[in-house]
């Protein structure tokens, strides 16, 4: 049984292609699509870039040439099952009103359902608005498929801005994480030029001290010499001045008579 595709844009029904009788691994029974299984994920959004359009005819817009552009724009799914091999192209039958009510109503549903953010990135999100934009390129190339081919350059830009805003966020959260590396490492390196200045700083301030120490200690001896010599002097000059007052006595004394 094909499981039901779970993208927003609307596929025809299976058609089976070939049968095979060989028997493959369970790898061959995997989705060769870009999209991986059916019943998980979406069918490519984007075609190759080396995959040619086929020319357009403003006058003559058949059935068969939409078809060929749809399957353009949006390549058919294709993937193996009990060694048969299907393809599910996108359906080629015209959107009304009501289809596109109920494709705003599904947007809403799924991102409710999958719990998308509404704000922010969000994976999901740019998902389920990629799917729901393809339908509407799809709706819109039925109708006109020069406007669905311009509508396919404007997605196509959309999506190379946001790829290379991807790369450059991913490029700045990895200079970001080399940025914080570098200033932990600059930050281990500072505390330690920071402690091995403290310990500078204690030992600086040790030596202050016992240089200090040493210096009240010369000073204080020096003050107290000092009082011992001045009191020495004093006691000199004292013994000088009584020894010349008993000199110049006995020189008067002497002198004295003689008149």
């Known amino acids: 049984m094909i499981p039901p595709n779970t993208s927003l844009v609307r596929f025809d029904n299976p058609i089976l292609v070939t049968k095979n009788a060989e028997k493959k691994t369970p790898k061959d029974k995997k989705l060769k699509a870009s999209s991986g299984s059916p019943g998980r994920t979406s069918p490519p959004l984007c075609p190759s870039p080396k995959q040619k359009l086929p ?87 039925i109708n006109c498929a020069e406007r669905g081919l311009l509508l396919v350059r404007v997605r196509d830009e959309i999506n190379m801005t946001i790829a290379a805003y991807q790369t450059l966020y991913e490029s700045s959260v990895a200079f970001g994480m080399r940025k914080a590396l570098q200033a932990e490492q600059g930050k281990t390196d500072l505390e330690k030029k920071i402690t091995d200045l403290e310990n500078d700083k204690r030992e600086y301030e040790r030596q202050v001290n016992e240089l200090k120490a040493k210096c009240d200690q010369i000073e204080k001896k020096a003050a107290d010499q000092k009082m011992v010599e001045e009191k020495k002097h004093a006691e000199e000059v004292q013994f000088l001045k009584k020894t010349n007052q008993q000199l110049k006595t006995q020189l008067e004394g002497i002198i004295a008579p003689k008149k």
């Not at 099952?81 to 039958?93: A, R």
């Not at 599904?106 to 409710?112: A, I, M, T």
């Not at 999901?124 to 339908?135: G, H, K, M, N």
């Open 55 to 141: 020319p357009l005819d403003s006058r003559d817009g058949t059935t068969q040439q939409t078809a060929e552009v749809l399957n353009a724009i949006l390549p058919p799914t294709e993937w193996s099952e009990d060694n048969t091999l299907w393809i599910q192209p996108v359906s080629s039958t015209p959107a009304t009103r009501i289809d596109v009510v109920t494709l705003q109503d599904e947007l809403d549903r799924r991102l409710q359902q999958r719990q998308a953010r509404e704000t922010g990135i969000c994976p999901i999100r740019r998902e389920l608005y990629s799917q729901c934009f393809d339908e509407l390129i799809r709706q819109v190339t």
